[in-house]
């Protein structure tokens, strides 16, 4: 993209970068309909971070909840996000029902209280990431049913690869997203967690996890999308390159961050891309 990016891309690029990264394999006149999209799920998954209480996240979420409705009513808000969002929708037909899921699923992030256990914390993952996939797949002009099926594990695989490596800025906040079953299970409290150090009970819980998610990706791997969903696969890449530095490091998430080279990302979704393989 050698052109200025728009308002949408640029946001996207600061603030989720490997969404970026995936956008610039999609075809090129599906890239913005991608960037609208990723730059509103900024927008409602920041909103936790960016509120002093509960209640103001809610007033929040509420807005774009309506922004959402004029789009689909034909009375859009006045919003850089909005009104390229309302052209990707135009474009695409994308289901409403997708934007309002996202939406509802971001409450459990003002909630403040840890998942109760596995099966919880995928219904988030599926709320909050595959319908966003989903959403994506609409872009690029895969609606197919095999789609959503394929896209359902590697989204709750990509949320979780994302909290795991999220955990240290969660204690911080003491926040977790670490169900309670699992937690219990490895012998980790809340307050290990929150003191930054809890050492090998983490550890445990995060194997846990890892595997949780390595499970989502063998489901995704089995399905068949759409042809034109491809460029949504390239996120399995990713996930899988975490979890694998992530095993490497016996599944310490406190001492560093779990991340990896802007150029071994860009190589790895490029073979990827080219050859359809990890």
Request: a positive charge; one cysteine or more; glycine letters at 6%.
């Amino acid at each position: 993209m050698g052109e200025a990016l728009s308002y949408c891309a640029a946001e996207v690029r600061r603030a989720d970068y490997d969404r970026f990264l995936t956008v610039l394999f999609a075809p090129a006149e599906a890239r913005e309909r991608l960037f609208a999209l990723y730059a509103f799920n900024h927008e409602i998954a920041k909103v936790r971070e960016t509120v002093s209480e509960p209640m103001l996240g809610q007033i929040r979420l509420q807005w774009w909840r309506e922004a959402i409705g004029g789009i689909y009513e034909g009375k859009p808000r006045a919003h850089a996000v909005v009104d390229a969002l309302r052209a990707a929708v135009d474009a695409a037909e994308a289901p409403r029902a997708d934007f309002e899921a996202l939406i509802d699923a971001r409450e459990l992030d003002l909630a403040g209280r840890a998942p109760e256990n596995l099966a919880a914390l995928e219904a988030y993952g599926e709320g909050s990431s595959s319908r966003l996939m989903y959403l994506a797949a609409a872009m690029l002009g895969a609606r197919g049913e095999a789609t959503r099926i394929a896209l359902r594990p590697l989204g709750i695989a990509w949320a979780i690869t994302g909290l795991v490596r999220a955990i240290p800025f969660h204690a911080r906040a003491r926040r977790q997203y670490i169900p309670a079953e699992i937690a219990a299970a490895a012998g980790l409290t809340e307050g290990a967690l929150f003191s930054l150090k809890p050492g090998e009970p983490l550890r445990r819980a995060v194997a846990a996890l890892a595997a949780a998610a390595e499970r989502q990706l063998a489901s995704a791997k089995a399905a068949d999308p759409e042809r034109a969903a491809r460029p949504l696969l390239l996120f399995a890449t990713l996930a899988r390159a975490y979890l694998r530095k992530l095993k490497r490091r016996g599944y310490e998430v406190m001492d560093r961050p779990v991340e990896i080279s802007p150029a071994l990302k860009i190589t790895s979704l490029w073979w990827a891309a080219r050859t359809g393989t990890d």
